[in-house]
C-alpha cells in the first residue's frame, strides 16, 4: 500500500479542527485508511533579525498514511481531505467540469514517436495560486502517480510546464539522441540527449528511468512553435517552462504506451488541483492531434452511471439495509447516489474515481460506510465439515520429523533478487521459470523465488556466530511459470535443508533424505538398472551450485525429484559463508 506523508498542521487546517491522534487513527480506519506512523522532521524557516535574516529550524509533525493501492485520488493532501470532508458530510461532493476555449492548446503527435511512447494527452490549469505547500505537494502527486499507476515511467509520465514562458502548438515527435539539445531541469548548461543519459547514470533518483529508452534509436521530445524543448519524457523536463510559485497558468502533457492509464493520470492530476484555480474544479481542454491525423481533445473528466440492485448489494456485504440508506453511504464515498423508481440505485462515478469499474467496488464502498465492525456475523446456511488439504497436512507432518532429527526450521522471504537463484547459484538459467516482479520496490525483492536454498544461505551467513553445527531446514512454496495454468505460474510444495559445519557433512543430508524416505514409506530401488522406475535412489548430478562428483540427483519411481550435494566454495563465497555446506533440495508434492 503506498503511504502519503502528510503535515499535520496543514491536515487539520483542510480538515477544519484539530484531532487527537487516536480520533485521527478511528476517522482513517471509518474510512478505510490506517494512520502508519507519526514522525517529524525539522524544517528551516527565516526570520528577520536586526538588519538581516537568520534561519531558525522547526519541527514539523508528520501523519503517514497508508492508503489503498487503487485509490489514485488520495495520494495527495487535497485529494485526501476532500473525501474525508465528503465523508464527514461536511463538504458536498464537488462537480468537475472542463471549458473549452476559444482557441485551445494544440499537441500534435509525429509518427516516430511509436517507436518509443506513441500516446499522449494534454491538459491545462488556468489561473492557479500556489502557497509553497501547494506546489510542494503538486510535485509530490506526479511522483507518487510515477511510482504507483505509472510503474516508474514504464508505462506513463508526465511533465507540468508553466505556459507563460512558452508557446503552442506543442509537437510531440522523436529523434535521434545526438539532434536532441537543451538545459535539463535545473541544470546550468544545455546538453544533447547523449551527455544528458550519461550525466544522470550517477544520479540516484533520475538513474531508475534511464533504461526506458536508453537502448531505442531514438528519444520522445516535446518542442513548443518556438524549438522550445519542454521534456524528454520519461527522464527530464526542460528547465526554460519550469513552474514555479508564481506560476498562473499550467500545461499538463503526459506521454505513455497505455492510453487508458495516461487518462486516469491527467484525471487524477486535473481533479486533485484544479481547487486552486480561480474558477474551481475546472480544467481547460487541450486538443491533440494524432499521427494519422484525428482529434481528440482532453482531458475528458467524464462521468459514468452504474446501476445496482439493493438486494444482491445486502446479500453480498451481509447487512440489512434499505435502498435509501444505501444511498446516503454511498454519496458519503464520493459516489453521488439515489434510489430510481423500480428500486434500484443509481451511482455517479466522477472522473476521480478509477478505482470503481464493477458492481463490486460498489459494495465495497457501501461496507466501509457502513463500517465492517458493524456487519452481524452469521454462521454460513450451507454446511461444510472442514478438512486440511493434503499438501498442508504432509507437510506438517514431515515437519516434525525433520525437527526430530535435529534440523531447526527457518522462515525466509518468498521473494528473492535475480541474483540470488542465477549467479549467486553458478545458474546462468536460474530465472528462466521465475515469475517476475513488474514494479518492485527493492533490488532484493524482483522476483518469486524458484529455489529455497538461497533463503537458508543467507540465513547462515547472518548467523555465523552461532555454534556449529547449524542444521537449518524449510518447507515452503517456491513459484514456477507454468502455461497450462489459468494465471501462467504454480506453486510447489519444497523441502530443503542445509548442514553447515567444519566438514560439509554430506552423510548427515543423506540420512535426513533415508529418514524421510522412511517414514513416507518409501523403499530404496532395489536394482537401478534392471528396475529403475521403482522406490528412490541417488545418482551422479551435475547442478554447478554442487562441488563436481560430490552431487548427486535424487530420483523417485524413474524421475528427478529434487539434489543434493556439497555447496560449491564458490557459491559459498558470494554468500560470505566461510564454513563448508552440504544441502537437499526435493518436490514433495510427488509424494500425495
Known amino acids: 500500500m503506498p503511504t502519503v506523508g502528510i503535515k499535520r498542521d496543514l491536515l487539520f487546517q483542510a480538515l477544519g479542527r484539530e484531532y ?31 538588519e538581516g535574516k537568520a534561519s531558525e529550524a522547526s519541527e514539523e509533525i508528520i501523519y503517514k498514511i497508508d492508503v489503498p493501492a487503487n485509490r489514485y485520488d488520495l495520494l495527495c493532501l487535497e485529494g485526501l481531505t476532500r473525501s474525508l470532508l465528503v465523508f464527514q458530510e461536511k463538504m458536498k461532493i464537488p462537480h468537475f467540469k472542463t471549458i473549452l476555449p476559444t482557441n485551445p492548446q494544440k499537441l500534435i503527435i509525429d509518427k516516430p514517436t511509436a517507436e518509443v511512447r506513441q500516446y499522449a494527452v494534454a491538459a491545462v490549469l488556468r489561473n492557479i495560486t500556489f502557497t509553497q505547500d501547494s506546489y510542494n505537494s503538486f510535485i509530490d502527486l506526479q511522483d507518487k502517480l510515477h511510482h504507483n499507476i505509472c510503474r516508474r515511467r514504464t508505462l506513463v509520465s508526465m511533465g507540468t510546464h508553466d505556459l507563460d514562458t512558452i508557446q503552442g502548438p506543442f509537437t510531440y515527435t522523436a529523434k535521434p539522441p545526438s539532434e536532441i539539445i537543451f538545459k535539463p531541469l535545473n541544470q546550468t548548461k544545455e546538453m544533447t540527449a547523449v551527455e544528458l543519459m550519461q550525466h544522470y547514470k550517477t544520479d540516484s533518483h533520475l538513474k531508475n528511468f534511464l533504461h526506458i529508452i536508453e537502448d531505442k534509436p531514438v528519444y520522445p521530445v516535446i518542442y513548443d512553435a518556438n524549438g522550445i524543448v519542454l521534456s524528454m519524457p520519461p527522464i527530464i523536463n526542460g528547465d526554460h517552462s519550469k513552474i514555479t510559485l508564481n506560476t498562473k497558468n499550467v500545461f499538463i502533457e503526459i506521454t505513455a504506451t497505455d492510453l487508458h492509464k495516461a487518462k486516469v493520470v491527467l484525471d487524477i492530476l486535473t481533479t486533485a488541483f484544479s481547487c486552486y484555480c480561480a474558477d474551481k474544479f475546472s480544467v481547460e481542454i487541450c486538443d491533440v492531434i494524432s499521427a494519422d491525423g484525428t482529434t481528440n481533445q482532453t482531458p475528458e473528466l467524464a462521468y459514468r452511471e452504474e446501476v445496482i440492485y439493493p438486494e444482491y448489494a445486502c446479500k453480498t456485504i451481509g447487512a440489512r439495509l434499505k435502498g435509501d440508506k444505501m444511498a446516503k453511504l454511498l454519496t458519503k464515498m464520493f459516489l453521488k447516489s439515489e434510489v430510481l423508481k423500480d428500486g434500484r440505485l443509481r451511482c455517479i462515478v466522477p472522473p476521480c474515481r478509477a478505482d470503481v469499474i464493477h458492481a463490486c467496488d460498489i459494495y465495497e464502498d457501501i461496507a466501509i460506510a457502513y463500517g465492517y465492525n458493524n456487519i452481524e456475523e452469521r454462521i454460513p446456511r450451507t454446511s461444510t465439515i472442514a478438512h486440511q488439504l493434503p499438501i498442508n497436512k504432509l507437510s506438517d507432518l514431515i515437519r516434525m520429523e525433520i525437527a526430530f532429527a535435529g534440523f531447526s526450521e527457518a ?52 548467523n555465523k556466530n552461532m555454534p556449529l553445527p547449524l542444521k537449518l531446514f524449510e518447507l515452503s512454496d517456491v513459484v514456477l511459470i507454468d502455461d497450462q495454468k489459468d494465471v501462467g505460474a504454480r506453486n510447489e510444495r519444497r523441502l530443503c535443508a542445509v548442514n553447515c559445519s567444519k566438514t560439509p557433512g554430506f552423510e548427515v543430508i543423506h540420512g535426513l533424505l533415508d529418514r524421510l524416505m522412511t517414514v513416507l514409506n518409501k523403499t530404496p530401488t532395489v536394482d537401478k538398472v534392471k528396475n529403475p522406475n521403482e522406490g528412490y535412489h541417488i545418482s551422479k548430478g551435475q547442478d554447478p551450485t554442487f562441488f563436481p562428483g560430490r552431487s548427486a540427483d535424487i530420483l523417485f519411481n524413474g524421475k528427478v525429484i529434487g539434489q543434493m550435494g556439497v555447496v560449491h566454495p564458490e557459491v559459498l563465497g558470494k554468500f560470505e559463508i566461510t564454513n563448508p555446506c552440504a544441502a537437499l533440495e526435493i518436490n514433495l508434492e510427488v509424494f500425495l
Request: aromatic letters at 6%; glycine letters at 6%; one cysteine or more.
Open 20 to 50: 487527537t491522534v487516536e480520533e485521527f487513527e478511528e476517522l482513517c480506519f471509518d474510512y478505510g485508511l490506517e494512520l502508519d506512523e507519526v514522525t517529524s522532521e525539522k524544517t528551516m524557516i527565516s526570520k528577520e533579525k536586526g
Open 411 to 462: 522462515l525466509t522471504f518468498s521473494l528473492c533478487s535475480r541474483e540470488d537463484v542465477a549467479e549467486k547459484l553458478n545458474r546462468p538459467g536460474g530465472t528462466k521459470n521465475a515469475v517476475h516482479i513488474s514494479n518492485p520496490k527493492t533490488a532484493e525483492f524482483q522476483i518469486a523465488r524458484t529455489t529455497l536454498l538461497p533463503g537458508l544461505l543467507k540465513t547462515i551467513a547472518n
